[in-house]
C-alpha cells in the first residue's frame, strides 16, 4: 500500500474539530479566576462555553 492511498489518520495528520481552548486562553481564564472573576464571566469573555471552561480548568 503506498504513502497516497492511506488514511489521514495513519499519516499522523488530526482529524475532528480544532480545540476552542488553546493553551494561551487556558493560561489567561487562570490568571482571570485568580483575580475573583465567575466561570461565566471568564467564559464570555474567551467566547466558550461554561462547560468548555470547567473542562480545562479541573
Known amino acids: 500500500m503506498d ?3 492511506r488514511p ?3 499519516q499522523g495528520a488530526h482529524l475532528g474539530r480544532p480545540p476552542k ?3 494561551k486562553k487556558i493560561k489567561q481564564a487562570k490568571l482571570m479566576r485568580d483575580n ?3 466561570q461565566a464571566e471568564i467564559a464570555e469573555i474567551l467566547g ?3 462547560t468548555t471552561l ?3 480548568l479541573k
Open 3 to 5: 504513502k497516497c492511498s
Open 8 to 10: 489521514q489518520s495513519h
Open 21 to 23: 481552548m488553546t493553551p
Open 36 to 38: 475573583s472573576m465567575t
Open 48 to 50: 466558550v462555553g461554561r
Open 54 to 56: 470547567y473542562r480545562h
